[in-house]
């Protein structure tokens, strides 16, 4: 079992940064890939970013490439998504979630994750 509780949303200006952070309970932490999911009002679930159980490897929605840095402390349990050059229509509630998956393009696919936490709010204004 594996508990995720996010933090870091918030209302910034478009070009602003925001850093979101995840921590997971559980001692499995280093066996699961990770995700950063957003949705926003109206719109489906969507894929953000992910990253293998390693770290070594991470995967971008062509959206968010080279703007959004995902990355993992496994001895401190958690996971991070650091966003740059924030845009109105990034705009969202954002979900941390947990796979089984460990590596692989299904870390792309929301349906490959097994835990979920409960979403942080992020707001950009124009």
């Known amino acids: 079992q594996v508990q995720l509780v996010e933090s870091g949303g918030g209302l910034v200006q478009a070009g602003g940064s925001l850093r979101l952070s995840c921590a997971a309970s559980?001692?499995?932490?280093?066996?699961?890939?990770m995700g950063w999911f957003r949705q926003a009002p109206g719109k489906e679930r969507e894929f953000v970013s992910a990253i293998s159980r390693s770290g070594s490897t991470t995967y971008y929605a062509d959206s968010v490439k080279g703007l959004f840095t995902i990355s993992r402390d496994n001895a401190k349990n958690a996971v991070y998504l650091q966003m740059n050059s924030l845009k109105p229509e990034d705009t969202a509630v954002y979900y941390c979630a947990a796979s089984k998956a460990v590596v692989g393009s299904v870390l792309r696919v929301a349906t490959s994750y097994d835990y979920w936490g409960q979403g942080t709010q992020v707001t950009v204004s124009s």
């Open positions: 559980g001692r499995t932490f280093s066996n699961n890939g």
